[in-house]
């Protein structure tokens, strides 16, 4: 499991790189287009916008899995081991439950409603269906890391 853990990790950074240096590169464009060639690019808004949306969603999975999440953990430091264990396997569990009911249900819902609605982007003409599929796949990576953090509170 630690190998295949790991090679997810390495292909989310490689992906979220990649992901980075195409909005980095479709913003620059823009800047250019319009204040150098005073002629904007009429599509790298909206692909800025869906690029925002991957990056943050598949950021949000790689870091669950490296337990590098924004975290408020006062109550867990001040508490006892005993206690400390009960509540990362409720936070880790309340994690897993959001992941599965609103990234990948809802997700799935919304990303299915779009294709079946044929709904496409203003200026891409792509299937919003496309922009939305990273949620039911980051929910199944953030269930994914959920249930072996869980399998590490059970083992140590």
Do not use: C
């Amino acid at each position: 499991m630690k190998k295949f853990q790991h090679k997810l990790n390495r292909v989310l950074e490689v992906f979220l790189v990649f992901l980075m240096t195409v909005l980095v590169l479709d913003v620059l464009w823009q800047v250019f287009s319009r204040y150098l060639l005073s002629s904007p690019s009429s599509f790298t808004d909206e692909l800025a916008g869906f690029l925002l949306i991957w990056v943050g969603v598949l950021g949000a999975a790689y870091v669950a899995g490296r337990k590098e999440h924004l975290a408020i953990d006062i109550l867990i430091q001040k508490s006892p081991p005993a206690r400390q264990r009960v509540l990362l396997h409720l936070i880790h569990s309340l994690i897993f439950l959001f992941a599965l009911s609103v990234m990948v249900t809802g997700g799935a819902v919304l990303m299915y409603t779009r294709f079946v609605l044929q709904v496409k982007s203003a200026a891409l003409q792509l299937p919003l269906g496309y922009v939305y599929i990273v949620l039911p796949i980051s929910g199944l990576i953030i269930m994914y890391y959920e249930v072996l953090h869980i399998i590490s509170l059970k083992r140590s």
